[in-house]
Every structure is written in C-alpha cells, then in structure tokens.
C-alpha cells in the first residue's frame, strides 16, 4: 500500500530543498566569480571599442596566426594520439618486457613544463646546442633547422602525449573483456577484435585525451615561444610588446579564448558521455594478456625511441649544461634569489586561492540555486584562459584604472587567482561532498547561526583538503610563466621567468640549474594530484 | 467504522488529558502545515499538538513527507502554508521564520552527524554555553551510559555508541523540543531492537518531549505513547498504538499497522455478511446493500477442519492451506478461497495443520472496523483519502 512518491526527484528539479544562501556567502562567492569574469570582459570592451575590429579578425596576418595555431594544435593532437595509443595499449595489454618500468617512464614527461620541455630541445638540438657541441668535432657544421614548426611541434607532443596515454590506459584496465571475448568466439581474429570490438569503445578515452593536448597546444607560451613558432600566444605576446596598441593583442586573446572555451566544452561534454557509458558496471575481471612474440623487438625499440626523446632528452641535457655550467664557473648562488621569490609569490597565492575557493565550493555544494552554478561556472572561467590571455587583461586594465598597480606583486596574486581559483575550488568542492549536510544541521539546530557553522564545523573538518588544495596552487603557481612574464615586478625574477629568459638569450648553462628544481617541483605536483585523484 | 470511532481532526482525546484534567502545556503545535516542493505536496494540512513530556511517533512508507514534517519543524525547511509554535510561540508563520538555532530544537539523525573533528566530550559539549559545561557533559555522559569514552573520536565509537553520543549531544542544551529522524535504521537489528528500548528510557529519564519519525511500523508503535499515520503528505489517524492497532480509521492505516486481512461483504439488516460470518455495521449507518470491508487481525481468525466438522459446509466458504509462515511464537497460514481471496490467520506454533487441509474459517471478534467500499454509501464513511478528488489548499478538512 505504500505510495512511492517521487519526491526526491521533484526536489531536485524544482531545486527548492537547498535554503537560500546567506547574504554574505553570496557576496563573497559573486566577487570570486566576478575576479574570473573580468580579464573577458575588458578584452571584450577593448575589442568592441575599436572601430576596425573586424578588420583586425580579417586580417591576413590574424588569419595566419590562427591557421598556424590550428596546425599546431592539429599535429600535436595527431601525433600524441599516435604516440599514446600504442604506448597504452603495449603497457597493459601486451606482454612487453618490462612493461611496468615503461608505465613510469612514459607518464614522466607531464612533470616536464613545457618550457623546460623548449629548452631542452634548443639546448641539445638547436645551433649551439649540446647535440652539436658533441658534433663539431666530427664536422657538422649546421644541424637541420629546429626553430619555428618543427622544434615547436616536437617540444608540445613529447610532453603532451602522455595524457593521451592515462586517459587510454585508465579506459583500457576498465574494459569488460567480454566484448573481446565474444568477438573471438565469434571468429573473428585478434587484430580484427581489436579494431572492431575494443577500438570503438576506446574512442570517448582517446578524443578525451585528445581535447586535454589540444587544449595544452592552444594555450602554452613556453615552448612556441622558445621555438619561436608564432602561434596565437607568442603573436599575442610580440604584439603586446612591439606596439602601443592594445586592440590588436586583445583581438587576438579572444580569438584564442574562443579557440579553448570550444575545447573545453566538447571535452566537458564528452567527459560526461563517457562517465556515463561506464557506468553500466566495471568489468570485474582483468582482460587477458596478449603475446607478442616476434613483435616485441619493433615493440622495444618503438618505446626506446619515445623515452630517450621524452625523458632521457630533456634531464639528459640539463644535467650535461648543468656540468658545463658548473665547469665554467657559473654561480649557482643566483639561484635562491629567484626561488625565494617564486616560493613567495606561489605560497601567497595558495593562501589567497584557497580562501577564495572556500565561498564558491560551498554555494556549489550547499545551494544549488541559480545563484550557486553561475558562481561556481564562472569561477571555471580560468579555466578556458590561456595564462598570456589573463597577463594581457590585466596590464591593460591595471595600464587604464590603476596605475599604481602595475608591476606590483598584489596584481601578480590577482593574476594567479584567475588562473588558480578554479583548481582550488576542485579540490575544495570535492572535500566538502563528503560532508553530511546533517553534520551542518545538528551545528544549527546547536545554536550556531551559518556563519558560526562554517567556521566551527565545516572548515575545521574540511582542513586537510583546504591544505591539499593550497598545496596544488602553490606548485602550479610555482611553474607559471606567461602571467609572471607580464605582471611580475621589475627584478622580481621567478625560477620560470629566469629559465626562459636565459634560455631565450642562449644561456643554457644558467637555465640548467632552475630547470632542474622545476623539474623536482613539477614532480611533486603531479605525484600530488594523481594522489588526490586516487582519494576521491 | 467501529463503535468507538470520534476523531477529531486534530487529535485524540489521550490517557494524559484525561487523567490531568486540565488543559497541559504544548511542545509543539502544527497549524495545518502545508510545504510544497514544485508540484509536489510534500506535507499537507497537518495539524499536531504534542504534549510536553510526550513521545510522539510519525510513522509512514518512505515518501510520505515524515522527514519533511520533521525538517519544518526544526526550520530547515519553510512551510508553504499554516505556523509552527515551540513551546506557545510561534516560530514559522506567514511572516515569521525563526532558523533552527533559535528554535530550542535537539535533533539526531539516521547516520550519527557526528562531528569527526571532535571527541565525545567535544560533541555533547558542543550546544552548551562555556559556564557549567562541564558538569553538563558529565551528567549527560552518564544518562547514556558512556562513561569511559569520553576521549573516543566518533570513528572510534559503534554504531550504537554514536547514536547515543548524538542522543546526548541533542538533549544537553535541555532543548523543548527533539526530533529524531530514523535515528536506528542504520543499524542492525538486533541492536536496533535493544537500542530502541534504551533511547526511549533515557529520553524519558531526561523528560524530554520527542517527536520520533520512522517507517518502522513495530518501532513506532513500541516505544510511542501517540502514532500519528502519514500518507501522501497527510496524517490519517493520531492515536495510541493499541487504538491505531484495534481501530484503524480506514484502509490504509489497517493495512500499514499490523497484518491485515480486508473481507469483502454486504450490508444486510446492520450487519455486513462476509465469508467468515457477520460483523456488526458501525452504528447501524450504513444502508442496506452497501459493499464493505470488514478488518479482521490474523490472530482473529480461527480455523477449524472440513473433515472435523459434522455438517458439511457451504462450498464457497472452504478454504484451502496453500502456505506456512513459522514466527516462532506462532505460526501464520494463508488461506485461499476458490474465489481467489487470500486470507491470513495465525495460530499458537504447535499447531499442526498442514499444506492443502481444507478449512472454514469463522472471526472470535464480533465488533471490528467496517470500511464501505463505496464512498457515497453512507454519511460518516471512512474511505481513505485516495478515493477522493485532490483538495483544494485551504479547504474544509475532509475527515468528518
């Protein structure tokens, strides 16, 4: 006789289970979303205000840098796809000797930046580079030309193809060997399975690797402009600095915010899609192990040929100019300069990121009104920009309104949160989903009014996951380059500011010594993020 | 309809009113409540007055808008329509809507909620003013019998252990009012059963008027001295449970308390005739020809064998053992009719009637609740309240 009412539902439809949020926690949570909000929007006005805009979009010279981007974007997509779908596949399919040392060794390059990526690259292979020096003695006098497509194209896919291969690899462990299985009973042979049955359902794991390289191509300065290849964020920087007209630089921005926004949606979506086809049930058995048999040695030497480029290339390097460095006398002490200010301007940033985050996650989490996911959407918007795209913004705003304020640390920070508060709001939206709302109620019906909760009860509990979110600021922070290229203060060199200007002038010698910290710091980001990920 | 049958729409007459004789202070008082959560009409018209000192239980299959009953109370929720008063002040209102930390509220819920951050003296201390907390923790401390564990983080505690800390973290701020939301069914059942016993005598021990909502039906009549049946957002019936047990107000309520067989039969000269015999007809309101129901308990029923019988029995009325159900103190054996009608009667365990017996089965009581099947048939019927057109907000109540 009970009546199965379907109340839950209506309560999620209607959205009115959730109280209206506090005055208070709204304002904070607006003005975060609004930080987000107003590096677009001032580009928007600039572009708006100019009278040839349109012109400007037209452009040929717009258009070639837009072609170039795509090209880049397109072959480094290409390639980390070719790279990272066999790299997959071989490591945990394949009986490959040694496959779990191969595991490691292939995902190592994400915690190369892509700048220290550029660098190695022109450090060994370009003119005056370690492969030559190694060289002259036998007579080559010209390496093949390494600057511009070329060396940019191969600095972004070797370290970018690896996100290919988790996003492959986790798709690959969860696959239900049934579809195999029935595919070989059915006659069909292991290649022909493997094209027909387990392909396709790779395919929302390969596209999603696919948009997270591309959208890395789009937006990374470090190595394009190492490379010197003008894509959208090296023209938007050269145009920046060689002209007094900002409406050119802000056309460009926008182009290029357009270009990641439609990145980051089709991702998003696919994301979505993809979560949902797993969810029919996890395969509760490990698919079998493929031998490889004659194919092992091509299998070998193919994995060699992407270590040795990916890894062994880039410490390579830095550990023979960190030799020569040291050979030559090069002062070392310089150094701690700048990782004092680079350890100074992320701690501040982790610090004020995460008080940032803490408005937003709980409107996203606890109201769940109009009000909370337009806040929480728009503190993404960091998201879909390019840190060049938020420099740029923010001079030409701080240029305009506040004059004071440019290149001064407080703009940094101000920089670094529109880059960084979404990532803190990830870590500290998902700390508070595992806190009973019942836990903030029995506080109120205790006596505490809701700002007496959050402060006794919510923060207090949700502490360790407030300190592993200031924790993955501060080592993002640590590596950014473009905004600190722009924003930082006249002298204030950061460990990224002083290994791409070195290496832009052909120091390789200096840059060695804080490409390799880099390294370290980008290690301990990234064994602290698949952490995170392993915990939720 | 049973002889006794009055209720008004807000509640019954209790033992306590009785006995005090005069008009006892309200805990808690509903004027016909009303929320709604977009289309849905969550709790509808609910009308509660509750007595201090009172455990009132809130039984209903999930859905039913107990919980949400629950949460207006407490003031996480707005009411759509009607007030709320605490202890005769008004706290949710057309115009009025106290938060929950004004309301002298304790609440515990189904999962513990307690504060992972915080040992047990921690989380009892944690409603209470700096002055004399310690000395309330204590005392609360030994009301739920806890001593020892004082220092013990909520992952170091059982389930049953945390239930208590909560109890006693609810009752130490010595709140008007504590509501309990399915505070056991995360439990097993064993424990569950114990528990229930202790929650109750240390809520009694405290003197605390509680309001206990649950979907357990032998949880809610155990331990409360008032049910209150909710349905669709609307209580049905407010009553003691051996009241809600004996003379259920209408079908539902005899279905959703207790095993319930419902015969079909007709109204002929004040009585309705059924398979098993005839049962007086309420107060003789009911005209003849009406189609009712009569509610027969299965401790109620008594069978008696074809082959022992000396005369033979009319053919519609054998029955036919299809199924045994052994609950230890007794045993439960459903009886079909060649009609189709399933009947369940129980008997002491040592009965040894076995599958496929054939019997006839007559009712030891004579005066049982009568439902008409018909809602027109007579004045005063009892139908539930699904056979009816939706009401308007604000209408006449539609119980007589």
Request: hydrophobic fraction near 50%.
């Amino acid at each position: 006789m009970a009546i199965p009412a379907p109340l839950d539902a209506a309560r999620i439809r209607s959205g009115t289970r959730t109280p209206a949020p506090p005055p208070w926690l709204v304002g904070a949570g607006v003005l975060v979303a609004l930080l987000g909000l107003v590096p677009i929007a001032y580009l928007v006005i600039l572009a708006a205000s100019s009278e040839d805009a349109a012109s400007l979009v037209l452009r040929d010279r717009t258009l070639g840098v837009l072609l170039r981007t795509l090209l880049l974007a397109g072959t480094v997509t290409t390639a980390s796809v070719l790279i990272g779908v066999p790299v997959a596949w071989l490591t945990t399919r394949s009986d490959l000797p040694g496959r779990r040392w191969w595991t490691i060794l292939t995902l190592l390059p994400l915690v190369i930046p892509s700048y220290v990526g550029g660098y190695a690259v022109v450090a060994a292979l370009g003119p005056r580079g370690a492969l030559q020096s190694l060289l002259e003695p036998f007579g080559v006098a010209r390496l093949p030309e390494l600057y511009g497509f070329p060396g940019a194209a191969l600095a972004l896919t070797l370290f970018s193809f690896p996100y290919v291969v988790l996003s492959v690899r986790g798709a690959l462990l969860r696959l239900d060997p049934a579809f195999e299985e029935v595919s070989r009973s059915l006659g069909r042979g292991p290649w022909r399975t493997f094209l027909s049955a387990t392909l396709p359902q790779l395919r929302p794991a390969i596209t999603g690797g696919a948009l997270l390289v591309a959208l890395y191509s789009l937006s990374d300065f470090g190595a394009v402009s190492l490379l010197q290849f003008d894509s959208f964020t090296r023209a938007i920087y050269v145009q920046y600095r060689g002209s007094f007209d900002p409406t050119l630089a802000a056309v460009l921005a926008l182009i290029l915010v357009a270009c990641t926004a439609g990145v980051l949606l089709a991702e998003s979506r696919l994301r979505g899609r993809a979560r949902y086809h797993r969810s029919g049930g996890g395969a509760a058995r490990r698919p079998g192990v493929i031998r490889l048999g004659g194919w092992r040695w091509p299998a070998l030497a193919f994995f060699a040929v992407v270590v040795g480029l990916a890894v062994v290339l880039p410490v390579g390097t830095i550990l023979f100019w960190m030799a020569r460095g040291i050979g030559l006398g090069e002062p070392l002490t310089q150094v701690w300069g700048a990782t004092l200010n680079s350890m100074l301007a992320s701690g501040l940033a982790a610090v004020l990121a995460v008080i940032a985050s803490i408005p937003v996650a709980v409107l996203a989490v606890r109201h769940r009104g109009l009000i909370g996911s337009m806040v929480e959407r728009a503190s993404y918007a960091g998201f879909a920009l390019p840190g060049i795209v938020i420099g740029l913004a923010l001079v030409f705003v701080a240029a305009r309104y506040l004059p004071g304020l440019y290149q001064t640390l407080p703009l940094l920070l101000v920089a670094y949160l529109v880059r960084f508060v979404p990532e803190a709001v990830g870590v500290t939206r998902a700390s508070l989903l595992q806190v009973s709302p019942r836990i903030e109620e029995v506080a109120r019906t205790l006596g505490r009014p809701p700002g007496g909760v959050l402060r006794e009860v919510t923060l207090p509990i949700i502490r360790p996951g407030l300190v592993a979110a200031g924790a993955l600021v501060f080592l993002t922070a640590m590596k950014e380059l473009p905004t600190t290229i722009l924003l930082a203060p006249t002298g204030f060199d950061t460990l990224a500011v002083r290994i791409w200007s070195a290496t832009s002038e052909g120091f390789f010698a200096r840059a060695a010594p804080p490409a390799l910290l880099m390294v370290l710091v980008a290690a301990v980001s990234l064994w602290f993020v698949l952490r995170q990920e392993r915990e939720r | 309809m049973t002889a006794t049958l009055d209720s008004p729409p807000v509640t019954m007459t209790s033992m306590a009113d009785q006995v005090a004789g005069t008009e006892p202070a309200l805990a808690l008082r509903t004027l016909s409540l009303t929320k709604r959560f977009g289309e849905v009409v969550a709790v509808e018209d609910v009308r509660l007055e509750v007595r201090r000192g009172e455990f009132l239980g809130v039984l209903g299959p999930s859905g039913c808008g107990k919980t949400t009953l629950l949460r207006l109370i407490a003031g996480f929720e707005r009411p759509d329509g009607g007030g709320i008063e605490i202890d005769g002040l008004a706290v949710s209102g057309p115009r009025r809507h106290q938060p929950p930390e004004r309301r002298r509220i304790g609440m515990v819920f189904q999962e513990s909620a307690l504060f992972p951050h915080l040992d047990v003296i921690g989380n009892i201390g944690f409603g209470l003013p700096r002055r004399g907390r310690v000395t309330r923790v204590a005392e609360m401390v030994a009301l739920v019998g806890l001593a020892g564990l004082q220092h013990r983080m909520p992952h170091e505690l059982s389930g049953g252990q945390q239930q208590r800390v909560a109890l006693a973290r609810a009752l130490a701020p010595d709140p008007a009012l504590i509501l309990l939301d399915e505070p056991l069914s995360s439990l097993d059942a064993t424990l569950r059963a114990q528990l229930r016993v202790e929650v109750r005598e240390i809520l009694r021990a405290a003197g605390a008027t509680t309001v206990f909502v649950t979907h357990d039906q032998g949880e809610a009549l155990e331990i409360s001295d008032r049910v209150a049946v909710m349905r669709a957002g609307r209580i049905e019936q407010i009553s003691t449970p051996s009241e809600l047990y004996l003379r259920p107000i209408n079908r539902f309520v005899a279905g959703f308390v207790g095993e319930a067989n419902l015969l079909p039969g007709e109204v002929r000269h004040g009585e309705v005739q059924t398979l098993v015999g005839r049962f007086r007809a309420g107060n003789g309101t009911l005209a003849d020809g009406t189609r009712a129901e009569v509610l027969l308990r299965p401790e109620q029923l008594h069978m008696l064998p074809v082959e022992r019988l000396s005369t033979p029995p009319r053919p519609e009325t054998v029955l036919r053992i299809v199924r045994r159900v052994f609950h230890g103190s007794e045993v439960h054996h459903v009886l079909r009719s060649d009609s189709g009608l399933e009947l369940e009667a129980a008997t002491p365990s040592s009965s040894t009637l076995e599958i496929g017996t054939e019997v006839i089965a007559h009712a030891r009581a004579r005066e049982v609740p009568v439902y008409p099947l018909d809602a027109d048939a007579a004045p005063g019927s009892m139908e539930p309240a699904e056979a009816m057109g939706p009401t308007p907000i604000g209408a006449e109540p539609r119980r007589p």
